[in-house]
């Protein structure tokens, strides 16, 4: 691989999180000697504008990859199954947004301000975590690392581009219609999206009763943070907003904790912004954390159901689309070539 | 007071708690002899239907009640603490769903499931809890009938409704205009609305962390379950949902509890519905809660973040302006009737 001036494959560049990824490659100046796109046959031909030139998009097919020294996979587990270990094979390192290969011992999880000396010991896959994990762990690794983490419970506020650019337009769609009065079939979320919310719609385990996006976020969050025995109890919800997620934290630590201390160690760390603004009752809302790099956190309290001093509550919001996928993995990629 | 056929009135008839108070009492056939409607001088005589029949609003003044058996009100809390106290004294027993009265100690605080002989010792005041509490409350107390609870964590995500008609008008007007491209100016609530979320716009109290909608959430529950011990942490986020709140509630016991026995213990309780089908992941929705009388509740599953088995996860949602508000109020005036 060039490192310096690497060859940088899209696949899935016509999604949500494709576009984004364009956008992050574009806006932090990535060093790339070339850019190639990849979709499915329906979008092949289509040419999407990168750094003022419309790049074709190509078929994704199985002798893609010769010559790529990077590729950003973005088109969801099947593919990534199927393609990825040709990209290896042809020579490229892929960073894998989809879930395929996360818990794969083998396969680094990195987030790059919590574990990027995970990245070396790649194999040929760098897994990129899921979103709610991210905007999870941007926050909760720089007080894990003050004072160890024993308990997370949290509740989540997820947005449509989660599901992909086509549960956003539903949303837009299936809310203007209500708001006109007319029907609407929904076809890419499970339950009607208008004005409504409901439990993440992945297959639930009956043994658990737990549903898969749950199960990501608390494997992966312990996968990350290296932290095996840390118990995380999840609930994930869908809300009607359109690309930012939001978490309810109650987080409880070895040690008392008071909140000006956690407030302190938010303030210095990276890819965090304090939102906290109690007098102006101003905190992090999705729309304001929607096109930011950086996760919002605020409300942070004493969680007062536990006497001990040991818990704090606190509320944060980050960009699914940016920090929660593809400024994630632009910045993966970033480490990879700077060594 | 007529215990048989009460003269009713409500005060604050034309907000979207009034409308809902007029409509409960029609559809469950109260046995009353006259209803009798009041609102600000803004909204006085407008003529609102009844039994098919156009009641006059008239404006409240300090001599509307003379002859009132039952004063409804639902006009907030400053109308409250003015007139229900001159009500009383006109012979009217108020039942007032403001959080004007809920905390004093000789003010009972009624969910009818829950504590229906603390209506027995009312002195003129009759108080209806907060939205959320009584969401919570209807499937906590059966529970807590079983084994008791210990702790209570809740992140709730509550509905336009809880602020009023005019903050259910602003999230509609606010998300048209957002998919019509358009500037809206937000007058009700804090801050936008449409296609986002934040946490709930009450005073912050700066000494503790938590908003004025959650310091009443955990009184109110304590008081209304007679627990003064019970430790509950609560997050209040407000949702572009239209009107009904759902919580997801995170509950430790004091002995280990499976979730089939819960289930089992919410299929026997009154206010309750289980729509817990995790084969078809259909679990409790806004939309399927509106218009609703029962508290529906799902999700019923072990919080995996408590190796003890002492703490199950569950999700619920039930309607703001019906046993949130309007249909509690109602039930309270039918115990006060019947017994």
């Given at each position: 691989?060039?490192?310096?001036?690497?060859?940088v494959?899209i696949?899935?560049?016509?999604?949500?999180?494709?576009?984004?990824?364009?956008?992050?490659?574009?806006?932090?100046?990535?060093?790339?000697e070339?850019?190639?796109?990849?979709?499915?046959e329906?979008?092949?031909?289509?040419?999407?504008?990168?750094?003022g030139?419309?790049?074709?998009?190509?078929?994704?097919?199985?002798?893609?990859?010769?010559?790529?020294?990077?590729?950003?996979?973005?088109?969801?587990?099947?593919?990534?199954?199927?393609?990825?270990?040709?990209?290896?094979?042809?020579?490229?390192?892929?960073?894998?947004?989809?879930?395929?290969?996360?818990?794969?011992?083998?396969?680094?999880?990195?987030?790059?301000?919590?574990?990027p000396?995970?990245?070396?010991?790649?194999?040929?896959?760098?897994?990129?975590?899921?979103?709610?994990?991210?905007?999870?762990?941007?926050?909760?690794?720089?007080?894990?690392?003050?004072?160890?983490?024993?308990?997370?419970?949290?509740?989540?506020?997820?947005?449509?581009?989660?599901?992909?650019?086509?549960?956003?337009?539903?949303?837009?769609?299936?809310?203007?219609?209500?708001?006109?009065?007319?029907?609407?079939?929904?076809?890419?979320?499970?339950?009607p999206?208008?004005?409504?919310?409901?439990?993440?719609?992945?297959?639930?385990?009956?043994?658990?009763?737990?549903?898969?996006?749950?199960?990501?976020?608390?494997?992966?969050?312990?996968?990350?943070?290296?932290?095996?025995?840390?118990?995380?109890?999840?609930?994930?919800?869908?809300?009607?907003?359109?690309?930012?997620?939001?978490i309810?934290?109650?987080?409880?630590?070895?040690?008392?904790?008071?909140?000006?201390?956690?407030?302190?160690?938010?303030?210095?760390?990276?890819?965090?912004?304090?939102?906290?603004?109690?007098?102006?009752?101003?905190?992090?809302?999705?729309?304001?954390?929607?096109?930011?790099?950086?996760v919002?956190?605020?409300?942070?309290?004493?969680?007062v159901?536990d006497?001990?001093?040991?818990?704090?509550?606190?509320?944060?919001?980050?960009?699914?689309?940016?920090?929660?996928?593809?400024?994630?993995?632009?910045?993966?990629?970033?480490?990879?070539?700077?060594?």
């Amino acid at each position: 691989m060039s490192l310096q001036h690497p060859i940088v494959a899209i696949v899935g560049a016509t999604g949500a999180v494709g576009a984004e990824l364009i956008a992050s490659l574009e806006s932090r100046a990535f060093p790339l000697e070339r850019l190639r796109l990849f979709a499915s046959e329906r979008s092949a031909g289509r040419r999407l504008l990168f750094r003022g030139e419309g790049i074709p998009v190509e078929q994704l097919n199985e002798d893609s990859f010769p010559g790529t020294d990077i590729a950003l996979f973005s088109a969801g587990s099947v593919v990534s199954r199927r393609f990825a270990p040709m990209a290896v094979r042809q020579g490229a390192v892929v960073v894998d947004n989809s879930s395929a290969f996360r818990m794969e011992p083998a396969v680094p999880l990195v987030v790059p301000e919590v574990n990027p000396e995970a990245i070396a010991r790649h194999i040929g896959v760098i897994a990129n975590p899921n979103c709610v994990a991210i905007v999870a762990v941007v926050p909760l690794w720089p007080l894990h690392r003050h004072i160890p983490i024993r308990r997370v419970v949290a509740a989540t506020y997820q947005a449509a581009s989660g599901a992909g650019a086509a549960a956003m337009e539903e949303l837009r769609a299936s809310t203007a219609a209500y708001l006109q009065g007319a029907a609407y079939q929904h076809r890419v979320l499970a339950h009607p999206y208008a004005f409504n919310l409901f439990s993440h719609d992945t297959r639930v385990d009956p043994a658990t009763g737990y549903n898969e996006e749950e199960t990501k976020v608390m494997r992966e969050l312990r996968k990350i943070m290296a932290a095996p025995d840390l118990r995380i109890g999840v609930t994930c919800v869908r809300v009607p907003v359109l690309r930012a997620h939001s978490i309810a934290l109650t987080v409880e630590f070895e040690r008392p904790i008071a909140p000006e201390q956690a407030r302190e160690v938010l303030a210095d760390a990276s890819g965090v912004r304090i939102v906290d603004d109690v007098a102006g009752n101003h905190f992090p809302m999705p729309i304001e954390a929607s096109g930011q790099n950086d996760v919002l956190v605020g409300r942070i309290r004493r969680d007062v159901s536990d006497p001990s001093g040991c818990s704090l509550a606190m509320f944060v919001a980050g960009d699914q689309l940016l920090k929660g996928a593809a400024l994630n993995a632009v910045q993966i990629a970033e480490r990879l070539i700077s060594g």
